[in-house]
């Protein structure tokens, strides 16, 4: 099982911390991604990592340098730092888990979906 938190409603240029805690497995052996979806919009993916011994991140272009997704083992769970944030972020925020950890972009190579939790940026 996986559950988001952390969303909420922040002013441009504000900062969210989004927080996706597993249960029943262990997230280090799966890749995590994040996805966000606006209101009338496909799923996109925003991130993802995985660990190869090191960990190993990718970033969707438009949050590069602004979003940042790591992991803690002890707790299992996955973060997405998310700064100078813009209105163009607001949507609901998923984390999936992708047992094959294949670091894919596309939504339907996860298999476990979290609920979800909304980011609201205001201007």
């Known amino acids: 099982q996986l559950v988001e938190s952390g969303g909420g409603t922040v002013q441009a240029g504000g900062s969210l911390r989004l927080s996706c805690a597993a249960s029943?497995?262990?997230?280090?052996?799966?890749?995590i991604g994040w996805f966000r979806q606006a209101p009338g919009k496909e799923r996109d993916w925003v991130s993802c990592t995985g660990s190869r011994g090191v960990d190993i991140t990718y970033y969707e272009d438009s949050v590069k340098g602004r979003f940042t997704i790591s992991s803690d083992s002890a707790t299992n769970t996955v973060y997405l730092q998310m700064d100078n944030l813009e209105s163009g972020d607001t949507a609901i925020y998923y984390c999936?888990?992708?047992?094959?950890?294949?670091?894919?972009?596309?939504?339907?190579?996860?298999?476990?979906w979290g609920r979800g939790t909304q980011v609201t940026v205001s201007s």
């Open positions: 029943g497995f262990s997230l280090d052996d799966y890749t």
């Open positions: 999936a888990a992708d047992g094959h950890r294949r670091w894919s972009i596309r939504a339907e190579q996860y298999d476990d």
